[in-house]
């Protein structure tokens, strides 16, 4: 499987400041989150996987709405704060994204939701294999990323066409943190997702919240111009059998 998660030790850095702002900073909670949260299917009475859970605000949104939720993060200091969050209404795991996700069981979420975590991931492919092999069937699965045509306009260097491994460098923290991540094509984006058995079902490029625009105006501008994250549903419903007709 992947290596080690490159954005680690930016996380651990920043995970304190990023835990106290999450819940309100306008470009998480006016933007990406109500994007990403339309897409879920009806929570209450499923069993939720938080793929990369960070400090536990979409862990706490799906308890809240009835899910049983398992979540976990590699960040030691992020699943600390989600312990903090959700107490004991939801099961929090120390776990690498980049590895496999041999530590649950196949075929036993309803729902597996990873909110702005993929990036820090290079290989897709056996992410979404692990994604598709715990879910059950029929299942679903909601993840957000940057959007890589501003990815690319923004950081990229070398070929639109290449995955390519940028930073960026977090302001609006106790002190800047440079966070790498990998930027990929459209492309590598889906068909990763497709070639694991998944039914591509929504693509969203998400437009900025009134409430966006009155915290960070200048940025909701550009924001509607341009492009910031994208947000993907897709469905388990069965890869269909070898020679049919």
């Known amino acids: 499987m992947n290596r080690k998660s490159i954005a680690l030790d930016a996380y651990e850095t920043l995970a304190e400041s990023y835990a106290v702002r999450v819940d309100t900073a306008p470009h998480n909670a006016h933007y990406e989150r109500p994007a990403t ?5 009806e929570v209450k009475g499923k069993r939720v996987l938080d793929a990369g859970c960070g400090p536990g605000v979409y862990a706490e949104w799906l308890v809240n709405h009835g899910a049983e939720v398992v979540a976990f993060d590699v960040s030691p200091k992020m699943v600390q704060f989600a312990r903090e969050r959700l107490g004991s209404r939801a099961k929090v795991i120390q776990a690498d994204l980049c590895q496999p996700l041999d530590f649950l069981e196949d075929s036993s979420f309803d729902i ?3 909110a702005l975590a993929l990036d820090y991931v290079k290989d897709w492919d056996e992410t979404f294999q692990e994604f598709y092999k715990v879910l059950c069937e029929p299942g679903v699965l909601v993840f957000s990323v940057c959007h890589p045509f501003a990815e690319f306009i923004l950081r990229g260097r070398g070929s639109y066409f290449e995955t390519e491994l940028v930073s960026c460098e977090w302001g609006g923290l106790s002190a800047p943190v440079n966070v790498p991540s990998y930027r990929r ?19 969203l490029e998400p437009i900025p919240t009134e409430r966006f625009r009155q915290e960070a105006p200048q940025d909701y501008e550009e924001l509607c111009r341009r492009p910031g994250f994208m947000c993907v549903r897709a469905a388990k419903t069965g890869k269909p059998e070898t020679g049919a007709a």
Do not use: K, N, Q, T
């Not at 949260?37 to 299917?41: D, H, V």
């Open 37 to 41: 949260l339309s897409l879920l299917p």
């Open 112 to 114: 597996v939701l990873s």
């Open 185 to 203: 094509p459209l492309g590598a984006l889906i068909a990763p997702l497709l070639e694991a058995g998944f039914a591509l079902e929504r693509i």
